[in-house]
């Protein structure tokens, strides 16, 4: 009865939660300048990975094989046909990536399982794996060791490859069972040590690059249709995984269960024209509001409905013939079931854009054209990394604030943030990384201030990593990997020390001491590089050891074996 209770009264709050938003004012930027202070006591800082970004031991242990591993073996599908086959070898080196982790002072990390590490054709009733168990196991008992508290991710796009197989992987509703068993066995096995559980990260990536573009595993090209598919079959998954920690495991092990949105900030390109507001909330619609209005408010945005559905002859699913829309829709008890199942709202949020409005032909079916809109960038914006990340630190604040208006002001767990580099020559002295996560932790923290509900923020990433169709060609990480030595060694960005400053500090306490951490951090680097620029003759050693000094000897004992036989044929 206590228990029933206690539901009624938290999806009352929800309930007032949502009623109290308000419109998000769009002709109110405020680009301010430097904000000195810092965050509320107990504000949570880590650093973040995933498992097939990281793990490598592809096929270690009774590990299944998953959709990446398939997709990345393909040729032509990621740059240089890299693999995540051994990638930073986390799975072999737990303990030295804690001690990073120590040594910079995280209050927590994240980090997700491998569904196909514990059972490797993701259904439980075929198999569970024990040593994938026992690797998480070790690597939570670690974590809490250490006084690091873990941030656990169910689903970093690393589907089993049977299910995918057999059923066709998120397109079929059947994934939703399956999601809630292999959960259900996580909360079983780990929970007791687990307070924060994230069901999927960045579903949007998962619908739109796996089943539309196909730039991602499983790489289908379902234009018009599989992300919107793969969409919904998410989204009713993740209900059901919060349902089922609500009702059997949460008065046991008082945790949390969320997911984790990522969205780029979509800007007005002019911001007194009604026709740009309209585009830019329809961008943030179909991106953060896609999943996120469901969670809260139980059904899809209207403005999405309209633009892929068939409520009048000039939209486009009615335009193109069909029966109904090809966004899926939610039965009332779905609607029921769905809505309130976020106890906090991770966000994954690295850059901006300028939107308008754009008119794309009914013919042109895609996720992209049914927005109406097209996506801009100002040459200005620095561009240090990846092609599509600008830095653009005020869109952070304008997005937090727009996920206060529109939600309800929930608990938000900022899940990924960062910046990456893409050059030929290695620099650990990273002055751009710096400058990013002062601008946008210093955004973070105006935000706060506006009074958002940020609990808690996760550098992305701690190490570099691969990254997905970019192979290891683009480098996230507060250390840089040296990929080419089978050790996988890591060596410390000069970002870490900066970052390391800003979490001891607890944000930004003055100028002063905020210029003196810059200084700091670059004179760190020079060792660092030093030691990363003796590696290659260490490897180039380590070479002449294991490959050059064998292949020497077997020659010599061949040349031997030879002129023994032509002496014997002399003599007989």
């Known amino acids: 009865m206590a228990h029933r209770l206690l539901r009624v009264c938290h999806v009352l709050v929800l309930a007032l939660c949502v009623s109290?938003?308000?419109?998000f004012d769009w002709t109110k930027n405020e680009m301010g300048s430097f904000y000195f202070g810092t965050f509320p006591t107990g504000f949570s800082w880590g650093a973040g990975s995933s498992a097939y970004q990281t793990e490598g031991a592809w096929d270690k242990d009774g590990k299944g094989m998953s959709i990446w591993d398939v997709f990345s073996h393909k040729k032509g599908k990621v740059y240089l046909n890299d693999t995540g086959d051994s990638s930073c070898d986390g799975?072999?080196?737990?303990?030295?990536?804690?001690?990073?982790?120590?040594?910079?002072?995280l209050n927590h990390y994240r980090f997700s399982i491998s569904w196909p590490r514990i059972l490797p054709t993701g259904i439980k009733s075929d198999q569970i794996n024990e040593k994938g168990l026992q690797y998480y196991d070790n690597l939570l008992r670690m974590l809490l060791e250490n006084q690091?508290?873990?941030?656990v991710t169910l689903y970093h796009w690393d589907l089993p490859q049977v299910l995918e197989e057999k059923y066709g992987g998120w397109q079929n509703s059947s994934m939703i069972n399956f999601f809630n068993d292999y959960a259900n066995l996580c909360f079983e096995r780990f929970g007791s040590r687990v307070k924060y559980w994230i069901t999927f990260n960045n579903p949007w990536s998962v619908a739109v690059e796996g089943y539309e573009t196909g730039e991602h595993a499983p790489g289908l090209k379902l234009r018009g249709t599989g992300a919107y598919k793969a969409a919904h079959n998410i989204i009713k998954a993740h209900a059901k995984v919060?349902?089922?920690?609500?009702?059997?495991?949460?008065?046991?092990?008082?945790?949390?269960?969320?997911i984790s949105l990522s969205a780029d900030w979509g800007e007005p390109v002019d911001i007194t024209n009604q026709r740009d507001i309209e585009a830019a909330d329809r961008y943030m619609q179909f991106y953060l509001g896609w999943f996120a209005t469901p969670l809260f408010n139980g059904d899809y945005p209207?403005?999405?409905?309209?633009?892929?559905?068939?409520?009048?002859?000039?939209?486009?699913?009615?335009?193109?013939?069909?029966?109904s829309s090809r966004l899926p829709t939610f039965n009332p008890q779905e609607k029921s079931y769905i809505k309130g199942t976020c106890d906090f709202l991770g966000i994954g949020h690295f850059t901006t854009r300028y939107i308008t409005q754009k008119n794309f032909p009914s013919s042109r079916e895609s996720y992209f054209t049914d927005r109406d809109l097209a996506e801009l960038v100002d040459p200005r914006w620095p561009d240090p990394g990846s092609e599509w990340l600008y830095s653009v630190p005020w869109g952070f604040r304008r997005l937090l604030n727009?996920?206060?208006?529109?939600?309800?002001?929930?608990?938000?767990?900022?899940?990924?943030?960062g910046v990456s580099e893409k050059m030929v020559c290695t620099d650990l002295c990273d002055e751009w990384r710096?400058?990013?996560?002062?601008?946008?932790?210093?955004?973070?923290?105006?935000?706060v201030n506006d009074g958002v509900n940020v609990k808690g923020y996760t550098a992305w990433s701690l190490l570099d990593k691969f990254e997905w169709d970019e192979g290891y060609s683009e480098r996230f990480g507060l250390y840089y990997v040296d990929f080419r030595n089978k050790n996988k060694p890591r060596y410390p960005k000069a970002s870490v020390q900066y970052y390391k400053r800003i979490i001891s500090s607890n944000g930004f306490p003055n100028q002063r001491e905020i210029e003196s951490w810059k200084r700091k951090a670059t004179e760190t680097c020079t060792s660092s590089n030093q030691l990363l620029a003796a590696d290659p003759l260490t490897s180039h050693m380590e070479m002449v050891t294991e490959i050059v000094v064998p292949t020497v000897c077997t020659l010599c004992i061949l040349i031997c074996a030879i002129f023994l036989m032509f002496l014997l044929k002399g003599r007989f």
């Open 302 to 323: 209207q403005v999405m409905k309209e633009y892929v559905g068939k409520f009048n002859s000039l939209l486009k699913s009615a335009q193109q013939g069909l029966g």
């Open 91 to 105: 799975y072999n080196k737990v303990k030295e990536d804690i001690s990073l982790m120590k040594d910079m002072k």
């Open 402 to 417: 727009f996920v206060k208006t529109q939600y309800g002001n929930p608990m938000i767990y900022v899940t990924e943030n």
């Open 148 to 151: 690091i508290t873990p941030i």
């Open 20 to 23: 109290a938003t308000k419109d």
């Open 242 to 258: 919060w349902h089922t920690y609500d009702t059997q495991w949460r008065n046991k092990q008082k945790g949390m269960v969320g």
């Open 434 to 447: 710096m400058q990013y996560f002062k601008d946008y932790i210093n955004e973070m923290l105006k935000a």
